[in-house]
């Protein structure tokens, strides 16, 4: 079992920073799952945004790249997601994720199908 629980979500304005944070724990975790953190905001797809692999290796997605960075405590079993320069299009539940990891020409961020577990989330809303 693997027991995912996001914390630091909260309204900022545009231009603002958060720092989300995942505490991974349960029997089933360890060091060699991939992390990531989704997003979703109602009627659309869970959506990656960045994911860091067991060597430290990321990947983001484009739309936030240069503003989010994901790293881990490998010691503490956490991931932190820190966000700079916040968009209202940045607004949505935040999830951290568990899973293989996706290689496809080199660490890939994958969709929600390719992670087997979740936390509950964390809302994030940015006001213009």
């Known amino acids: 079992q693997v027991h995912l629980v996001e914390s630091g979500g909260g309204s900022v304005q545009a231009g603002g920073s958060l720092r989300l944070s995942c505490a991974a724990s349960?029997?089933?975790?360890?060091?060699?799952?991939?992390m990531a953190w989704f997003r979703q905001v109602p009627g659309k797809e869970r959506e990656g945004v960045a994911a860091?692999?067991?060597?430290?290796?990321?990947t983001y997605a484009d739309s936030v790249k240069g503003r989010f960075t994901i790293s881990k405590d490998s010691s503490k079993s956490t991931v932190d997601l820190q966000m700079h320069s916040l968009k209202p299009e940045d607004t949505a539940m935040y999830y951290c994720?568990?899973?293989?990891?996706?290689?496809?020409?080199?660490?890939?961020?994958?969709?929600?199908?390719?992670?087997?577990?979740w936390g509950q989330g964390t809302q994030v809303t940015v006001s213009s």
């Open positions: 994720a568990a899973g293989a990891g996706v290689y496809d020409n080199g660490f890939r961020i994958g969709t929600a199908r390719d992670y087997g577990y």
């Open positions: 349960g029997s089933g975790y360890n060091s060699a799952y991939s």
């Open positions: 860091i692999d067991t060597d430290g290796t990321t």
